[in-house]
Every structure is written in structure tokens, then in C-alpha cells.
DNA sequence: TCAAACGTTGAGTGAACATTCAATCAGAAG
DNA sequence: CTTCTGATTGAATGTTCACTCAACGTTTGA
């Protein structure tokens, strides 16, 4: 007989019941008393442990803050070498979580800032935070392209972009219950980078000439 | 003294109220007592009207799925005549009615979307047809661009792009109460259009030499 | 003038909500 | 074994939720 696997402790299986039922049913629709069913822990110990349903959220949050790179970042890196390639390796991750659930749930983010941004004034910032590890993760990969892409191009500029992508993509894909919408701004966003690369080769192409003497 | 104006009746005081508290609160954290004191009226006129709250929701949408030629795309067409134009006049336009609140706001559909896609199966179709609604006017807009634009280039794949930057982008720009996010992907938008307008150009330069004997 | 039809009134319904707290428990320290 | 400490228990709190319905007005048409 196998051995029962020793629970987590109390705190790790609120966060966890409470990110699920979060990302699936939203915020408001999520009542404490699921949270305490799906923890499988009574009201007291959530209130020793969190003051409020609110702060439990703002706990949440700092979760996804702390798992971006071990477990959205770190996996595009290891697949993927190219600084350009692991941009579309990371739409294509995403592509991939939610596609085999008919994009019936959206980003976990995404889903909690247009539901609680405006009304929660401490919880704001903490998913701007989730968005701007997101981009900045994002923008590194386009710098260590270098002269792949212009110049002159602005890698912050693109690296919003790509976030954009993915967010607005993801909610036409969850609006239609499919993935038509997602595919189709990241087949633009592929053309897009496709015309930059272009563009920056033959700049290059002409800055060797103008300066072959310097080298490289 | 001035005659009091008649107030609008029943109906479109509920469907004011509820659009407008859908939109600020969202639709789980508004309720249905705030809508009666807002429309000034008692429950029983509501249910006389609306079924229920979920129903409410579904009158909500398919008003704004009437009111979205008469109030988006009309002005956007009456200011703007060249098609292209039209499509960044349209997002400037969308920028414009949500910065003065520091975007506190999202987009109505959007939030929505977000919030109620997975929870309620009869209202995710209404939403949809909403985004269906502007994408087809965009893609109307690309069309009549005409070779403007890289003749293999899909139309509906770039409208569909075009409401991915809008609610994407604001999205961000919720979440950071900043139009920056917004306006870096519009700006790279608007890059990937003009290097999409230049290889049309050069397409048909090339083209013309190649059939100049047919005319046009 | 009257009655049928229809919209409106608003107190009232039970259920679900987030939260509380005195009691109880388990484990550590002496 | 006793005492202390901190986590856990779970019934109970008051509030808010979406919604109901018998009573009441007002309009309509003959």
C-alpha cells in the first residue's frame, strides 16, 4: 500500500486552492467558503494565517510574482537558445497551457487586473509588478539580439508589445472559444519581426561597408 | 424656471445604470440594489423587465453591440476619411475617452469578457459578437485600403491584431494607471503598418513595370 | 363610466457572504 | 507530568445578495 503523500502545510494549500479557484471563477465569484472546502481547512485557520479575502489575494499575487521565472521563464530558456526564438517559444507556451482547455480560462493576471485594478488600490500594483517582470524578461531577450533588430528600435516599446499580444490575443481567444484570434496576432507579430530583422540586416549590410575598416 | 426634462423611461434608466456600474465595478461586485438606486426604481420594475441579473447583463451587450456604429465607429469615420488613418484614429480615439480617468476604466467588452466568458455559456456569444463587430469594421477599412497594403497579406488576421493592441493594451495601461504600455504597442503598430504600406509600394512599382501594357 | 391590462411599489424571502472568537488541540520547554 | 504557546476548530455573527409577490396606480379601449 502506498503510503499517503504528507500534506502540504496549511498555508501552501490555501494559496493553492485560492490561485486555482481564483484564475477559474474570477475574484468575486469566489466565496471564502470554497477556498476553505477546496483547502479543506476551517474559516479560523485562513484568519490566523490572513487577515482578509483581500490580503489573500495581494498573497496570490506575490506567488506569480515569485514563480515567473522558475515556471513561465526558466522552461522558454531551456528549450530555446535564440534570444528572438524564446519571444514566439513564450507565446507558443502560453498558446499551449490553455488551448487544451478550449481557452476557457484566460491569464491568471490578466484575469485579476480588469476585474480588481480599479477597486483594490493595494492590489494594483502588485499586478503591475507581474506585468513589468513579464516585459522586462521580454525586453532582456531583444537587447541580447543586439543588431539583429534596428538600431533605433525601441526594445521597451516591443517588448509591451509582445505583452500586448499575449493578453489581447488571449482574451479573443477566450471570447470565441478559440484560438484563431491569439494565432492570428502572432502570426502578425512573426511578420512584424520578420520586416525589423530585415530591416536591421540591411543596415548592417551597409553600416560593414561604411565602416569595414573598424573590424568585426 | 426650467421645465424639468421628462426622464427616460424604465427600461433605459435600468439599461443606463447597469452599463455604466457593469463598467466601473464590473459585474459581479455591482449589486442589484445599486442599480435600482441608481435607475430610481423599485425591484419589482426590474424583474418585470429582466428576468434576472444574467439577463440584465445579456440586454447590456446587445445594446452595446447596437450602439457600436452610431457611437464608435461613426465619428471615427466622420473625422477620418483615408482608410488607414482610420484604424490609428480609432485607437487614438479609444485613447482619448479613457485617459482622462487615468485609466481607471477598461474597455466595457473587455472586462466583461474577462469576467464572465467561462462563468455564464449564454452571455460569452453576446460578447463575442461585440469584438466580431469591430474587427469587421477594421477589416473593412484594411480592404478598402486596397494595394496599399502587400497584396498576400490577411486582412482579418491584422483586425484581429488591431483589437488585440487595443485591449491589450489597455489592459496595461489599467494596470499601471499609465498610458505608456498602450501607446508603445499603437506606435509599434503603427511601424509594422508603414513597413507593410513600403513593401506594398515596392510590390507595385514592380508590378507595374512587369503589366504596364494592361493599363490602370 | 367602467373594467381589463399592465407597469410599479417596497416590504419581505431565504441563501450566501466575509468574518469572528471562545474552546480545543498538538507540540515544545521545563 | 505540567505548563505554555500557537495553530486549529466550527458554530455563530451581522450583512448583503438576488429575487418575490400581493397590493396599488395608471393607462387603455369600449
Redesign the interface.
Known sequence: MTPAAPQPDTKTRILDAAARLFH???F??TGVSTILREANINPGSLYNLFPSKDALLGAVLERYTELLYPVVMKPVEDKTADPIDRVFALLQQYRDWFSPLEF???CPI??L???V???HPEI?PL??RN?DGW?AFVEKWLIEAGDRLPKQL?R???A??V???????L??A????SA??YD??V???R??FD??LS?AQSERGSGERASRSSGG
Open positions: 477559474e471563477q474570477g468575486n465569484a476557457r480560462l484566460g490578466g484575469n487586473a480588469l476585474e485594478a480599479d477597486s494594483r499586478i503591475q506585468f516585459s525601441d521597451k516599446q516591443l509591451a508589445t505583452l500586448t499580444v499575449m493578453e489581447g490575443g482574451m479573443q477566450r471570447s470565441s472559444r484563431a484570434a492570428a496576432s502570426a502578425q507579430l511578420t512584424y520586416l525589423l530591416q
